[in-house]
């Protein structure tokens, strides 16, 4: 009797842990999380020319538009938090990372544009009705930020997103046109950084921005993103003085008049640490 139990332990067991394995993927759902570029309500595009931008009024049209996000998580209302397992599409997401394209290679991004867009990340959850908050981190960890792209598989195999001088790779990427300065950039990133692939390397600033959005609902919400709200503070037709404003916008140098606002819209203060979020340019539609 003890031996044909013996037995029968052993064919039940295999059956008895791919029960388990069933069990631990029960009940999980897939979500997408949605991100909008806008202009206020209107959508932000390759062929639309925008007004009342910033300080002096002005207008733009959009040059380029792409973004690293990382660390998507749905939390519900009693606080649980629930990282989604992102589907690993070979192109845009990888591990716990996702690229955002928001240009369509037409209009006024036809130089160094791409047809291809996304706008959307997209993976796994415990299926809840109760997702109440969204939070996700903009741009790469320091460890995976300076990394060769040459050798590196999609989405950090993009070398327009790839930051040479500083060497690693742009977070954000948002390049406009105003009447007075042919090209108006923001590029966030980690600066002042120091090292080798080899031996590692040390930043002055990681940049890290932590984005938390309340009253969001992965199946009725989408994340805007509203470049009226970003250039809020600042006079995008201002000219580059060559001495302490070397461009028009924003490379990630503190010491850049236009850097802090910037920063700001990113819960970052100039030095690259953490302050309150606005709800101007990230906000829940």
Not at 5 to 20: C, E
Not at 125 to 135: G, I, K, N, S, W
Not at 218 to 225: I, T
Not at 242 to 266: H, I, K, V
Request: charge should be negative; charged fraction near 25%.
């Amino acid at each position: 009797m003890n031996t044909m139990w013996k037995s029968a332990r052993w064919v039940l067991l295999p059956t008895l842990l791919l029960l388990q394995a069933c069990g631990d993927d029960e009940g999980s759902k897939t979500y997408t999380v949605r991100f909008s570029p806008q202009v206020r309500q209107e959508a932000l595009t390759c062929e639309g020319l925008y007004t009342d931008i910033g300080t002096s009024r002005s207008t733009i049209e959009l040059l380029d538009f792409e973004m690293f996000v990382r660390d998507v998580t749905l939390v519900r209302a009693n606080g649980e938090r629930h990282p989604l397992k992102l589907e690993q599409d070979g192109t845009w997401q990888r591990d716990n990372i996702a690229l955002l394209d928001f240009e369509d290679g037409t209009g006024t991004c036809r130089t160094g544009g791409t047809a291809a867009t996304r706008r959307e990340v997209v993976g796994s959850a415990p299926e809840h009705d109760d997702y109440t908050r969204l939070e996700f981190k903009v741009g790469l960890a320091p460890e995976r930020n300076h990394l060769d792209y040459q050798v590196e598989t999609a989405p950090l195999d993009n070398r327009d997103m790839w930051w040479g001088w500083q060497m690693g790779y742009k977070f954000v990427k948002l390049d406009v046109r105003t009447p007075a300065n042919a090209a108006y950039v923001f590029h966030l990133g980690a600066v002042g950084c120091k090292g080798s692939v080899g031996e590692g390397y040390t930043c002055a600033s990681d940049s890290q921005a932590t984005i938390a959005l309340d009253d969001f609902s992965p199946e009725k919400n989408q994340v805007v993103l509203d470049v009226a709200g970003l250039f809020s503070e600042l006079d995008v037709n201002r000219v580059p003085n060559g001495t302490s404003d070397m461009m028009a916008g924003c490379m990630s140098n503190a010491g850049d008049p236009e850097c802090p606002a910037l920063y700001s819209q990113f819960g970052l203060a100039p030095d690259g640490s953490p302050k309150a979020l606005p709800k101007t340019f990230f906000r829940v539609r």
